[in-house]
């Protein structure tokens, strides 16, 4: 189950990304996806999740308010819609496919090499 990570960048505080995780070889249509996050130095941490049908989704409470994930079945692809980004953002960012409302990576699950997000001045 291939999922590939894109969108990443330098943003300034303040500003907006939009992230993408396609599905290869797959339907999103019978998953739910997670988005997790590894800063330097800190374990990964789950920031949310979507369920198959796309009616369930979840934030972790350093990011509710301020992302928003969505996502296209008819392109096969997961969003996370970042804005007022923070510092303290920066990371790694990966989608796997996971449980939701529960923001934890499924066992069944790869991860995929991400996309950076370095939010700075």
């Known amino acids: 189950l291939q999922l590939v990570e894109s969108g990443g960048g330098l943003a300034q505080p303040g500003g907006s990304l939009r992230l993408s995780c396609a599905a290869s070889?797959?339907?999103?249509?019978?998953?739910?996806i997670g988005w997790f996050r590894q800063a330097p130095g800190k374990e990964r941490e789950g920031v949310s999740c979507?369920?198959?049908?796309?009616?369930?989704?979840n934030y972790a409470d350093s990011v509710k308010g301020r992302f928003t994930i969505s996502k296209d079945n008819a392109k096969n692809t997961v969003y996370l819609q970042m804005d007022s980004l923070k510092p303290d953002d920066t990371a790694i960012y990966y989608c796997?496919?996971?449980?939701?409302?529960?923001?934890?990576?499924?066992?069944?699950?790869?991860w995929g090499q991400g996309t950076q997000v370095t939010v700075s001045s």
């Open positions: 070889g797959f339907t999103l249509d019978y998953y739910a």
């Open positions: 979507i369920s198959s049908s796309g009616v369930i989704t």
């Open positions: 796997i496919v996971s449980s939701c409302p529960q923001i934890e990576s499924a066992e069944f699950g790869s």
